[in-house]
């Protein structure tokens, strides 16, 4: 009974630690094709995830603008995030072959609602994040409503979230003239 006391305890303290250890960070993503991300802090466990896949290698082409809530696991360095937004992704067949006339065929770009469920961790100046996407879009009319994209994420942290206790220390050792 103690142990699971002490074990609820532990786990109900570091849910109440801040969600991120960063304000701004920038990098690449692998999924469905090679882009980039950027996530900023917008709020004390909540970011906006911005993600571009031009398309280069696979020919599928992804914008994604998603606003994530975060929640530490162990500490704020390792946290998993859920959230929501926007997406709009196209596709462009590299080989150019002929269309077949009897065969049922996907729009070439469509948009729609993005969730995101993911977890990262930061070490240091850098932050791997992990994260599926599944897509819903509405409008066309095709055979297919929900469409899903993964990818992996490595991404440098610019601004560092200044934590509390470096906070604590500078207002106690603060010059008095100074504010």
Known sequence: MNRLFLSFLALMTFITLNGQKYNTTG?????????ISAVQRIADKSTIDLTYQPGTFAGNKLLLLTANQH??????????????????????????TQPQTDVVTQPDAFSGIAFNLGAEVTLGKLTIAADYVPLVHFGQNTYRRFYSTSGLSM?????ERESKTKKFFKNIFKKKGKK
Do not use: A, M, W
């Open 71 to 96: 929640y530490p696991l162990i500490t704020k360095r390792f946290n998993f995030f859920i959230g929501g937004g926007y997406y709009y992704k196209s596709h462009e067949n590299l080989l150019q």
């Open 27 to 35: 990098g690449i993503r692998v999924g469905d094709d090679f882009g």
């Open 155 to 159: 991404r440098y942290v610019f601004v």
